[in-house]
């Protein structure tokens, strides 16, 4: 510190360090629970026995994962094939929505982990120049990039409503194709 500079009140640094432990906090429960998910698939999996109930807890847990792909659109597409395609979509929505807050809390905790990648600054550019259709076009294509707007939407602090809600439109797009898929395809296998 220069010898002219004032130094910061004491409850502006004890304020500062108290944030930056929890967003140190908050980032490392994301990345356990990527890692806790991905370890343990075999496990979750069963939930699927339980209907709609665990569709949404599959989807919710194979969205979570922020970085690491886990396979989401296998069980949406299956039971699209046995239950109502419109309603397995909609819930699938809903779980995969829940699960895509952990990327906007890895983003609102602290980017650094990923701001060094180049896809990054493309999707935080993407966003900055078409706002909320960017998160909308990623929620609703089959692509990992979405992890990265989740991160980008929390680091910029985009409103949790507004992602929320754009974050569902996309995911149920998504899952309404898939659902409907999985039930002609198995229209189409018992011709």
Same mark, same amino acid.
């Given at each position: 510190?220069?010898?002219? &500079?004032? *130094?910061?009140? /004491?409850?502006?640094?004890?304020?500062? +360090?108290?944030?930056? &432990?929890? +967003?140190?906090?908050? =980032?490392?429960?994301? !990345?356990?629970? *990527?890692?806790?998910?991905? =370890?343990?698939?075999?496990?979750?999996?069963?939930?699927?026995?339980?209907?709609?109930?665990?569709?949404?807890?599959? &989807?919710? =847990?194979?969205?979570?994962?922020?970085?690491?792909?886990?396979?989401?659109?296998?069980?949406?597409?299956?039971?699209?094939?046995?239950?109502?395609?419109?309603?397995?979509?909609?819930? $699938? $929505?809903?779980? /995969?929505?829940?699960?895509? =807050?952990?990327?906007?809390?890895?983003?609102?905790?602290?980017?650094?982990?990923?701001?060094?990648?180049?896809?990054?600054? +493309?999707?935080?550019?993407?966003?900055?120049?078409? @706002?909320?259709?960017?998160?909308?076009?990623?929620?609703?294509?089959?692509?990992? !990039?979405?992890?990265?707007? @989740?991160?980008?939407? @929390?680091? &910029?602090?985009?409103?949790?409503?507004?992602?929320?809600?754009?974050?569902?439109? @996309?995911?149920?797009?998504?899952?309404?194709?898939?659902?409907?898929?999985?039930?002609?395809?198995? /229209?189409?296998?018992?011709?």
């Amino acid at each position: 510190m220069n010898p002219g &500079t004032p *130094s910061p009140p /004491a409850a502006q640094v004890a304020g500062e +360090r108290r944030r930056r &432990t929890w +967003r140190i906090l908050a =980032l490392a429960l994301v !990345l356990a629970l *990527s890692v806790a998910i991905i =370890l343990f698939q075999d496990w979750w999996v069963r939930f699927r026995t339980y209907g709609y109930l665990g569709l949404f807890l599959i &989807t919710m =847990l194979s969205n979570a994962t922020v970085i690491f792909p886990a396979p989401g659109l296998v069980l949406p597409f299956s039971m699209g094939a046995v239950l109502h395609p419109f309603w397995v979509a909609l819930v $699938a $929505a809903l779980g /995969a929505t829940v699960g895509e =807050l952990s990327g906007y809390l890895a983003g609102f905790s602290g980017q650094a982990f990923v701001e060094d990648y180049r896809a990054y600054h +493309r999707v935080r550019a993407l966003m900055q120049r078409y @706002g909320d259709g960017v998160l909308f076009v990623l929620a609703a294509l089959p692509t990992p !990039l979405f992890d990265l707007a @989740g991160i980008v939407a @929390g680091a &910029t602090r985009i409103p949790l409503r507004r992602f929320v809600l754009w974050t569902f439109a @996309g995911k149920l797009v998504k899952m309404l194709a898939v659902t409907y898929a999985g039930d002609w395809f198995l /229209a189409w296998l018992r011709m």
